[in-house]
């Protein structure tokens, strides 16, 4: 058990609401329980080996782990959802996303000791499976996540700046009820592939590319059907068809927030971005090779029919 801390005051403020809800002694012991792992968390790139190893326990523990998490949540009496969208919040801030993919390279075991409180083991994440590095956004958490070995890893893209393949936009039917079933239109045309099911809504694929922030695999695909991200990309598409460098280049695109708005009975986000200008193509992305993007007709309003996808010269070096 910990037995003292030295509070990062910015720290504090981000987890002291939490903390209200540990009332009793016990519940107030375990919550300085998910507290130390923040704590141990932010040696991450520290200059003593053992202390970055027991930080990466504990930011894979923080992040990804399912069981033991949310028993010493309930534990403490806190959300286990909140909490973990806390911790990730303030380790994104803090690190680059190569420094928490890298935490989940190092494999834990079960059995092992994290902080010699709690048992770990890391759960592998099937949440896509084309079998491609991914990028997708949480909605409800409001947060960009990027695939790795052993789970996902969020990655701070606000204010960012990245690059959309958005001429090569792929249109299709996505369903994601009980597994991921993508299918691809012919030339995006959705009269030449009939809708297989209920479950099936007008979807996308889209790479997007950095190699700053994306780790080891800088192009990553994003499929979606969420109707706050096909307005987002249908938005760029618009804009992004506009310039001469469209069929030739990539846009090199800031992100912006993505604040909550009602559609219909429910809620959604849609990013807010800026083209801050156009690169040549990377050749991970085919080089110089031209694009025979789709017509823009072809990439649909999602509030008309429930829709589809996401893409001053400057180098691609700087992504």
Request: hydrophobic content about 35%.
């Amino acid at each position: 058990m910990p037995k003292r801390f030295q509070p990062d005051t910015s720290r504090e403020e981000g987890f002291s609401v939490i903390a209200a809800d540990a009332t009793s002694d016990e519940q107030q012991l375990w919550w300085k329980v998910l507290y130390q792992c923040v704590v141990d968390g932010e040696k991450l790139d520290h200059q003593n080996s053992t202390k970055r190893n027991n930080a990466k326990r504990a930011v894979v523990y923080l992040l990804s782990d399912q069981n033991d998490f949310n028993k010493v949540c309930n534990l403490a009496n806190v959300n286990p959802d909140t909490f973990r969208r806390a911790a990730t919040k303030w380790l994104v801030g803090k690190f680059t996303s190569e420094l928490l993919i890298g935490a989940f390279a190092l494999r834990e075991t079960k059995g092992e000791k994290l902080g010699n409180t709690m048992e770990t083991e890391m759960p592998l994440h099937t949440i896509q499976a084309t079998g491609n590095p991914f990028i997708r956004f949480g909605i409800e958490e409001n947060e960009w996540n990027i695939s790795s070995e052993n789970g996902l890893v969020p990655v701070d893209l606000v204010g960012k700046t990245i690059g959309i393949d958005i001429a090569n936009i792929q249109m299709g039917w996505l369903s994601l009820s009980g597994g991921r079933d993508w299918q691809p239109w012919p030339d995006n045309n959705p009269m030449k592939l009939e809708n297989p099911s209920d479950q099936h809504k007008q979807g996308c694929s889209v790479s997007m590319y950095s190699t700053k922030l994306f780790g080891d695999s800088p192009v990553r695909e994003l499929s979606t059907s969420q109707i706050g991200m096909l307005d987002f990309v249908k938005n760029l598409y618009d804009e992004a068809e506009q310039d001469t460098k469209f069929k030739t280049h990539i846009p090199m695109v800031k992100m912006g927030d993505a604040p909550k708005r009602k559609v219909g009975k429910g809620s959604t986000r849609t990013p807010a971005f800026e083209i801050t200008g156009w690169a040549d193509r990377p050749d991970e992305l085919g080089g110089g090779s031209p694009v025979a993007p789709p017509k823009a007709a072809s990439v649909t309003s999602p509030d008309a029919s429930h829709a589809a996808s996401e893409a001053a010269d400057q180098n691609f070096a700087e992504l």
